[in-house]
């Protein structure tokens, strides 16, 4: 299928084929300006927190991993669902993980820096979460073994990101609305980076595991009504590009 390209700040897109971002953790200066980019997605942090509440089956004595937390906004918005002492995040990035303790540190928190390939933490998790981050790995294989490893019996490994299969009009809907070149990039850059959904169930196949896939990415009518006043006033327009985003669902 001839796909359209797209152009910000230099980067042309090339869908044909995934083409990894020239960094795997956001580090220095580039970790600092991707926690403080202007392109608003809180509503995509509740209703992701929302809806892994639901799928993982959570309850308030849950425990939690987040890897790639960030700047630390999806556990910010979990701390309001589960004990925040129950849950850890960590990123390979010093500047995001400093950044993530400085902002919601005091929810009680953990947060630390490590890498998804070096992970050093309990291995009784009910739900490990990977946010918009799963494309910056260049091996899925050993991502996805590595991303279980820290879950308990019955656990959720929950990963939500983009899809290289979305389709040319949500990614011009999406690009168009981000005002910023360099975050507009930094979009087209990821979408060029991930997967394509039938790629990551073929890992997963070859894993020998099993999993549920949510494409395009739907959220329940619970979740919609608890986040209606502010999908109302959605500058980006999220919902309405559901193909740009999978959910994968790998129970331990
Ligand atoms: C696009 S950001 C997403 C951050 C956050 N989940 C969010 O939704 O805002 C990707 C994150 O993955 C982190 N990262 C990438 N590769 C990593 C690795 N191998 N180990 C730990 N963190 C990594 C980066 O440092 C960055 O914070």
Not at 14 to 25: A, G, K, T, W
Not at 46 to 63: C, G, K, Q, W
């Amino acid at each position: 299928m001839n796909r359209q390209t797209f152009s910000r700040e230099g980067f042309i897109t090339d869908l044909s084929r995934r083409i990894l971002e020239p960094e795997e953790v956001i580090g220095g200066e580039e970790g600092v300006k991707y926690a403080n980019r202007k392109d608003d997605r809180t509503l995509t942090f509740r209703m992701v927190a929302f809806d892994v509440v639901e799928r993982a089956h959570l309850t308030v004595d849950s425990r939690i991993l987040e890897v790639c937390c960030g700047a630390g906004q999806l556990v910010h918005e979990l701390s309001k669902f589960v004990k925040p002492q129950n849950i850890i995040a960590v990123d390979g990035s010093k500047e995001l993980i400093e950044i993530a303790k400085s902002r919601y540190g005091s929810d009680g928190i953990r947060f630390e820096v490590q890498n998804v390939h070096d992970l050093n933490v309990p291995g009784n998790f009910d739900c490990v979460v990977c946010k918009d981050s799963f494309h910056h790995f260049p091996d899925p294989k050993t991502a996805i073994v590595e991303l279980m490893k820290p879950l308990k019996n019955g656990g959720l490994l929950y990963i939500f990101d983009l899809v290289r299969n979305a389709s040319d009009e949500s990614i011009n809907t999406r690009q168009s609305a981000i005002l910023d070149d360099h975050e507009a990039m930094r979009f087209l850059r990821s979408v060029n980076a991930s997967l394509i959904t039938k790629e990551f169930i073929q890992v997963v196949s070859e894993l020998g595991l099993n999993i549920e896939v949510i494409y395009p990415l739907t959220y329940s009518e619970a979740n919609k009504k608890n986040n209606e006043e502010s999908i109302k006033l959605d500058k980006i327009k999220e919902i309405n590009t559901a193909d740009l985003f999978a959910v994968y669902l790998l129970r331990n």
